[in-house]
C-alpha cells in the first residue's frame, strides 16, 4: 500500500516550500478565478457554486498550425479553490 502524503503538496513529509509570496499568489487566484467567471470557461465558473468553492484556469486553443478553428484542439488548465481559498484540486 502506497502512503499518502502528510502535508499538503508534500510526499516526502516534509512542509512545502513556498516559490511565489502570497500577495501575488493571492492576486493570480483571484485573476484565474476572474478569468473563469468573465472568460471562456465562464459555463462551470457555476459548477462548485453550491458547496462555497471556486474553480479558476485559463482555457486555450490551438495545437494544428494552420487548420481551420473546428479542427483545433481546445483545453482547459484549472484551479479548485476551497471556502478558504486554499487551492486543493488541480
Same mark, same amino acid.
Given at each position: #500500500?502506497?502512503?499518502? +502524503?502528510?502535508?499538503?503538496?508534500?510526499?516526502?513529509? *516534509?512542509? +512545502?516550500?513556498?516559490? &511565489? =509570496?502570497?500577495?501575488?499568489? @493571492?492576486?493570480? #487566484?483571484?485573476?484565474?478565478?476572474?478569468? &473563469?467567471? @468573465?472568460?471562456?470557461?465562464? %459555463?462551470?465558473? /457555476?459548477?462548485?457554486?453550491?458547496? /462555497?468553492?471556486?474553480?479558476?484556469? *485559463?482555457? /486555450?486553443?490551438?495545437? %494544428?498550425? /494552420?487548420? +481551420? #478553428?473546428? =479542427?483545433?484542439?481546445?483545453?482547459?488548465?484549472?484551479?479548485?479553490?476551497?471556502?478558504?481559498? *486554499?487551492?486543493?484540486?488541480?
Amino acid at each position: #500500500m502506497t502512503k499518502g +502524503p502528510s502535508l499538503a503538496g508534500s510526499t516526502d513529509g *516534509k512542509a +512545502p516550500t513556498r516559490i &511565489v =509570496e502570497e500577495a501575488i499568489a @493571492r492576486k493570480l #487566484m483571484a485573476a484565474a478565478i476572474d478569468t &473563469v467567471q @468573465r472568460g471562456s470557461a465562464a %459555463r462551470i465558473a /457555476g459548477a462548485l457554486h453550491d458547496v /462555497g468553492w471556486a474553480i479558476g484556469g *485559463k482555457t /486555450g486553443t490551438g495545437g %494544428r498550425a /494552420g487548420a +481551420p #478553428m473546428d =479542427e483545433q484542439d481546445g483545453w482547459f488548465a484549472g484551479l479548485v479553490f476551497d471556502r478558504q481559498g *486554499k487551492a486543493r484540486l488541480a
